[in-house]
């Protein structure tokens, strides 16, 4: 049974979250969390007032259904009737009326284009728009598509395909010099191929039926100077094919990669190791025939399926330690992902994921986010502000910057939590301390044990000039900073009064 207490969900300390720009979510009333609203869709209670029919609806219909107690949006042509949803939306009401009786798709994805609203609105859908319907993004006509790959986009990439006695070889031409293993994202399914490959902000699918079998691992290469990519496919049976296959949906199309839909495979759970008391590190094994490296800074999205409903949450990968040999660019048979996740007992999502098997399936997303590693270029001092789980995207940027930038001086971390047992991987951070001398960490607790003799406190002007020491007046600086939306916005706040620019200051936030 759902036993689960009622709370405002998401937990309001969580830190997991990927934010959005400066919106926060807003508490909920009592019997308004996730597992409530999942209830009441699955009470058969009628949530459309429609009795489970469904409708075209006009633009002049949607447009009446503008109030609070009857609210209807739009989304990618469908119309779901949000009234019921409303006390129980984490972004508050007020949010979720901006899009009353009208087309709310963009504005759903500015600001969380990741949530499974198709599934969580289920109960809700009163129907498709029955003139000019939104068109769905990503599934621009042809004709469109190659508009916006010649207009806006980067030259048009192409693709081609040989094959020797015993193997296929897959070659895509980027037409761009910054193309790296983790540029190429391969999923090979059955005899589903698709190869999807990021371009600047642009994403090219290769989506094709395979003529013929072949066998589960692959092999991907990277001609970084000419952008081109080989992706060598092994034959089952040494036969020579007539064609490569057939175009599934979207092949062979550029699309700009804010309107490509999430794509999710199956990673296996590995093993589940505890790092503090409500911290875990769990690893999660892509399957053989996956090619996914997530870049430095991004996140990917988990999804489970709770009662019915799914629900997917961002999360960004860590290394499984932080003294073990550095593995990025990984090598292309890199098949573990680890993440380091807090659970909230009181919450729904992570108890889920806590209470999953070794062996269990969880689907994963394609990694996205807005970090690029030409930030670290030539910088001097890095300096990185975490609140709790907010360490998370620290780990990568702060590993390949100890290993990859030359002319990085110095690296500090100011590490925010409530108390010293909260304090992710805090020996591993010492060792590291120890072992470079340009590494520094301070830890700020804002509820120590009166044994602390370290900092205590909030973020604020007086920790942050004292922490913020150039190594020289002029130095190359990033500041990167991650946690909860309040932390983060105050300590942005805090940076550019204490005149750091825009430019040398990244906040982890979708
Ligand atoms: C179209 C107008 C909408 C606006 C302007 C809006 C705005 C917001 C804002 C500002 C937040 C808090 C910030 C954040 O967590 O990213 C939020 C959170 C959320 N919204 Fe919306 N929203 C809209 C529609 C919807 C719809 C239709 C759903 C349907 C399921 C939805 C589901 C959620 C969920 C699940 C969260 C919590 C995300 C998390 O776990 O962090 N929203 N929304």
Not at 6 to 26: I, T
Not at 38 to 67: A, F, P, Q
Not at 296 to 318: A, D, F, N, R
Not at 400 to 418: D, E, G, H, T
């Amino acid at each position: 049974m759902l036993n689960v207490p009622s709370q405002s969900f998401p937990a309001p300390s969580s830190q997991q979250r990927v934010a959005s720009g400066g919106r926060s979510k807003v508490p909920l009333k009592q019997g308004r969390s996730l597992m409530d609203w999942i209830r009441l869709s699955k009470s058969g209670k009628d949530l459309t007032g429609l009795k489970g029919r469904l409708i075209d609806v006009t633009e002049e219909e949607l447009k009446k259904h503008n109030k609070k107690e009857d609210c209807w949006i739009c989304i990618r042509g469908f119309v779901y009737n949000v009234s019921s949803y409303m006390e129980f939306h984490p972004g508050g009401e007020d949010e979720l009326m901006r899009a009353a009786g009208s087309d709310g798709t963009d504005l759903f994805d500015q600001v969380h284009r990741w949530v499974n609203y198709e599934s969580m609105l289920k109960e809700c859908l009163v129907g498709r728009m029955a003139v000019k319907p939104a068109i769905p993004k990503g599934l621009l006509p042809k004709s469109q598509m190659t508009d916006i790959s010649t207009k806006e986009g980067p030259s048009s990439p192409s693709y081609d395909w040989f094959q020797t006695d015993s193997l296929v070889t897959i070659v895509i031409y980027t037409k761009q010099k910054d193309i790296h293993l983790d540029s190429i994202i391969i999923d090979h399914q059955n005899d589903s191929f698709r190869a999807e490959t990021i371009i600047k902000d642009y994403s090219y699918l290769i989506h094709i039926g395979l003529s013929h079998e072949v066998q589960e691992d692959f092999s991907v290469r990277v001609v970084e100077n000419v952008g081109k990519i080989e992706i060598v496919l092994k034959k089952t049976e040494n036969i020579s094919w007539k064609c490569l296959g057939h175009p599934l949906e979207k092949h062979n199309s550029l699309i700009p990669k804010k309107d490509t839909g999430l794509y999710y495979r199956k990673c296996q759970l590995i093993s589940k190791e505890d790092i503090t008391h409500d911290t875990k590190l769990f690893c999660l094994m892509l399957p053989p025939s996956t090619h996914l490296q997530v870049p430095i800074g991004q996140h990917v999205y988990l999804k489970l399926t709770i009662t019915g409903t799914e629900i997917v949450k961002p999360y960004t990968p860590v290394f499984d330690s932080l003294l073990s040999e550095f593995k990025e660019p990984v090598l292309p048979n890199n098949k573990y992902i680890y993440f380091l996740i807090k659970i909230y007992p009181a919450g729904l999502f992570t108890p889920e994921l806590d209470h999953l098997q070794i062996g269990d399936f969880v689907p994963v997303s394609n990694p996205e986010g807005n970090f690029k590693i030409s930030k670290l270029q030539e910088v001097e001092d890095l300096f990185l502000l975490a609140a709790g789980t907010g360490f998370t995207p620290m780990v990568k940027i702060l590993k390949y910057a100890l290993i990859n930038v030359p002319s990085l001086r110095k690296v500090k971390l100011m590490f925010f939590n409530k108390t010293e047992d909260d304090i992710i991987w805090r020996s591993q951070l010492e060792k590291l301390a120890f072992e470079d001398e340009r590494f520094d960490v301070e830890y700020v607790l804002s509820a120590p044990t009166s044994e602390w003799k370290g900092k205590q406190g909030h973020i604020s002007p007086a920790l942050l000039s004292e922490f913020l020491n150039r190594s020289s007046e002029k130095s190359k600086v990033l500041l990167c900073i991650c946690g909860p939306t309040p932390f983060t916005e105050q300590g942005i706040k805090l940076l550019h009064d204490l005149n750091f620019s825009k430019d040398e200051i990244h906040s982890f936030t979708a």
